[in-house]
């Protein structure tokens, strides 16, 4: 197993754990021989592109995929071969899966109904025939009534899913997988469906909900702002493995290689190759390549690094300068938007403090640690 998937050694037992799993279809290897721990109280985003193989990480979670190999385990038991509807977890998918003709009552409560009721008791009128059924479904209406108060559908209770917005029915669907009081809450892609703005309300409540319940979350996601600004601890996921497993503020800081670095960030991380172009800001750019984040590429008349403007694009507080280093690489600098710029056409020179500097090996891409 690879060092950078564990952080520091905890006694308890992990909520729920992968060990050594892999995952083929046919031929193709989705997900490639890694290990994963999730703890009670612990909020872990899985991040990657599309086709990475968190989907599917999350479903052998769940139970809805079986590997190929290793083992699925909840709080130490083997759970590999355990049907999905045997384990305490919750999934909330992308779409958010609401029954239409039920009311958000119903809803909310269908979780605990088909676990707690016979399907005869299920039945309309069925309550009025058995004491016991009654008392059940005065249990399962508090409980309902109870998570409903916490995600503040009080007032929506008797309407349908149509009659909400997207906002709301996501609250119904996080209402929905809560009523069970599951060990483990699996969100795939939650955010995907809602606009900017009721994406930063919904990630607040979703945090909320994580610190009132103090259960295990697990974030499937391929955008950085949801991981960043919600988990603990990111899981970054590259070509079916993690590539690094650490809080959002390493990952961003000290990117353990190269692929994560230019996956992780508002814009790609620029990559200067070993030569005399990378060592002018680092000695260690004579053998090693030097990373250098757009944001820490300053203007600078008397900078080391030179290259000429290609083209300019304003977006309101900071303005991007798409660039073109004397050596042909690609380069993107990121600067102030009220800044004064020159010409397309005109060369430029820049420098970057040393401590905003990330070096990797030119060969193996790993991250070497660099003198500032």
């Known amino acids: 197993m690879?060092?950078?998937?564990?952080?520091?050694?905890?006694?308890?037992l992990p909520a729920l754990s992968l060990c050594e799993v892999s995952k083929r279809f046919g031929e193709t290897e989705v997900v490639s021989d890694y290990s994963l721990e999730l703890y009670a109280g612990e909020f872990v985003a899985l991040l990657g592109a599309s086709g990475s193989g968190k989907s599917t990480t999350l479903r052998m979670l769940a139970g809805l995929e079986r590997p190929t190999s290793g083992k699925v385990l909840m709080g130490g038991v083997d759970v590999t071969n355990l049907r999905p509807a045997a384990r305490n977890i919750a999934l909330m998918f992308q779409s958010y899966a609401l029954y239409p003709h039920l009311s958000v009552r119903q809803n909310i409560a269908t979780p605990l109904r088909q676990a707690r009721l016979s399907a005869a008791a299920r039945l309309p009128g069925a309550a009025f025939l058995s004491a016991q059924t009654r008392a059940t479904e005065a249990e399962i209406n508090a409980r309902t009534q109870s998570v409903a108060q916490m995600l503040r559908?009080?007032?929506?209770?008797?309407?349908?899913?149509?009659?909400?917005?997207g906002g709301?029915?996501?609250?119904?669907?996080?209402?929905?997988?809560?009523?069970?009081?599951?060990?483990?809450?699996?969100?795939?892609?939650?955010?995907?469906?809602?606009?900017?703005?009721?994406?930063?309300?919904?990630?607040?409540?979703?945090?909320?909900?994580?610190?009132?319940?103090?259960?295990?979350?697990?974030?499937?996601?391929?955008?950085?702002?949801?991981?960043?600004?919600?988990a603990d601890r990111i899981a970054v996921m590259i070509a079916g493995r993690v590539a690094q497993c650490a809080p959002a503020a390493d990952i961003y800081h000290r990117p353990a290689n190269r692929e994560v670095a230019r996956f992780i960030g508002a814009h790609r991380m620029n990559i200067l190759s070993p030569g005399p172009e990378a060592a002018s800001l680092h000695p260690r750019g004579a053998q090693d390549d030097i990373g250098i984040r757009p944001e820490a590429l300053h203007i600078d008349p008397n900078g080391a690094l030179s290259a000429t403007l290609t083209s300019a694009a304003f977006h309101g507080e900071e303005t991007l300068l798409h660039l073109h280093s004397d050596s042909g690489t690609?380069?993107?600098?990121?600067?102030?938007?009220?800044?004064?710029?020159?010409p397309q056409g005109t060369k430029m020179r820049f420098t970057a403090p040393a401590a905003r500097l990330h070096c990797f090996d030119a060969a193996t891409g790993f991250r070497k640690e660099i003198a500032v």
């Open 168 to 230: 709301q029915q996501q609250r119904v669907a996080l209402a929905r997988a809560l009523v069970r009081d599951p060990s483990a809450f699996l969100l795939d892609e939650p955010l995907s469906n809602l606009d900017t703005a009721l994406r930063h309300t919904t990630r607040e409540e979703i945090r909320d909900l994580h610190r009132r319940t103090g259960h295990a979350f697990l974030l499937v996601t391929h955008d950085q702002a949801d991981a960043l600004s919600m």
């Open 153 to 165: 559908l009080e007032g929506l209770l008797d309407r349908k899913p149509g009659q909400l917005s």
């Open 330 to 342: 690609d380069l993107l600098a990121v600067t102030d938007g009220s800044a004064l710029l020159p």
């Open 2 to 12: 690879n060092d950078i998937l564990h952080s520091v050694p905890r006694t308890d």
